[in-house]
Structure formats: C-alpha cells, structure tokens
C-alpha cells in the first residue's frame, strides 16, 4: 500500500529549538517528495521538491533533505511563525506525464515565543 | 499570479441536501485536482484532470460525487446526496510542472448536518 508516514505528530518547541520532522514512505519507484506547510484555515503551501537520495534544498529556516526511504525537514532557530502542520507528500504517476500526490497527516508543529 | 480561487468559503447543509463547490485554478495551469480533507488528517485525492478530460478519480464516491471541467479551465464538484461523513474541507489546487507542486485553493468547509 502507498503509504506516507510522518513523525512525530505533534511538536512543541521552544522560540530558537532547532530540531527534525521526520517524512518516511513504503512504496518504490518515488517521483518527487514535496514538503509543505499549511496553516488554520488554509490550503497547502508549497515548500520543496525533492527527486533523488542526497538531495538538499533549502528556505529561510528550513531545510529538507532525501535519502532512500525518509525525508527529514530540520528547522534552525524556529521562531512562532514557523507553528504550522507540515505535510510530506509524494508524488506518484497517475497516467501520461501526469502525477499526483499522497499525502500522511502531516507533523503539527507549535514554536512558543 | 493569482492564486487558486474556489468559492463558497463555508457551506452547512443538511444530510441528504446536494451541494456544489466551484474552483477557478491559476492561468495556464492545465492539470486540476480536487482533495478532500477530513479534520486531523491529510488531503485525500479524489479527481484529477488534464484539461478537461479525467485522469484518476479512483477514490472519488461515483454514486454522490461528482465533478466536471469544462473547456479545461474552471471546475465545479458536486454532492448529492451529502452524508454526515462528507464534513470535511474541499479543496482545488492546480499545477503546471512537477518542480513546483501544486497550489492549493484556501478551501470550503463543509458542514453536514
């Protein structure tokens, strides 16, 4: 089964605690691992695409990196505005050249000040 | 760039009510998706199109649900009839190429009560 796994589901930290968010997933043949945060109230927000083991990419606080069977999105020096539920989908072929993406349920992620 | 439009922003209807939810995606964007998502988990896929013709609605509920894009630009989806089950956010989101993912509509809420 194509399955997305995200760990921890929840995460508190402190204004200036870096640390991960865990993305691992079950079925081969990946064509993309995208990142993305989404707030209250709103849809995804795009954040990174990454194709292949040993790729990093990087925005403001955040980095995402590949390896074969996780991603993981570390987060330096988080500050409130980083609280969000970031969500790690991949994408997978859905005919032609066309994809979509599966989503897991996302790591909620709460930065006190 | 305008964003993903997708209009009404909430909607509370009664169980075995019908309901539409209409989306206009970025300019240009040919590929069209509509996920719904359920409070604490993951957008779920539930139609996918390319222009105007379907590429995967395998998770879509055919016997209430329904969508259409016509002339490959703006979609609606429909329900009919809702179910207590249906209660989640709906939401459209657009794409042009895979290195950028998709952009995501802010959502309805649907309330079935």
Redesign the interface.
């Known amino acids: 089964e194509d399955q997305?796994t995200q760990s921890p589901e929840a995460l508190r930290l402190q204004e200036g605690e870096s640390s991960s968010l865990n993305c691992s997933y079950t079925v081969s043949g990946l064509?993309?691992l995208?990142w993305?945060r989404q707030d209250p109230?709103?849809?995804?927000?795009?954040l990174f695409?990454l194709y292949s083991a040993g790729e990093e990419k990087e925005k403001e606080r955040l980095k995402a990196t590949l390896t074969k069977k996780e991603s993981f999105l570390h987060i330096t020096a988080p500050k409130p505005e980083d609280s969000a539920t970031y969500?790690c989908?991949r994408?997978r072929n859905?005919?032609?050249s066309?994809?979509?993406?599966?989503?897991?349920?996302?790591t909620l992620l709460t930065v006190n000040p | 760039e305008a964003g993903?439009a997708q209009s009404p922003r909430y909607k509370i209807i009664e169980k075995r009510q019908s309901v539409a939810f209409w989306c206009n995606p970025i300019s240009g964007h040919a590929?069209l998706?509509w996920?719904q998502q359920i409070l604490?988990?993951?957008?779920?896929?539930l139609i996918?199109f390319?222009n105007n013709g379907v590429?995967?609605d395998s998770q879509l509920p055919k016997d209430r649900f329904s969508a259409e894009r016509l002339k490959g630009v703006d979609s609606t989806l429909k329900i009919q009839p809702a179910k207590l089950e249906d209660s989640a956010v709906y939401?459209c989101?657009s794409s042009s190429s895979?290195?950028?993912?998709?952009?995501?509509?802010?959502?309805t809420r649907l309330t079935v009560v």
Do not use: H, I, W
């Open positions: 997305v064509r993309g995208f993305y109230g709103k849809g995804p927000e795009f695409t969500l989908p994408a859905s005919g032609g066309n994809y979509k993406l599966t989503f897991g349920k996302g | 993903v590929t998706y996920y604490g988990q993951g957008p779920k896929l996918q390319q590429v995967d939401l989101a895979r290195a950028y993912g998709y952009t995501f509509g802010s959502g």
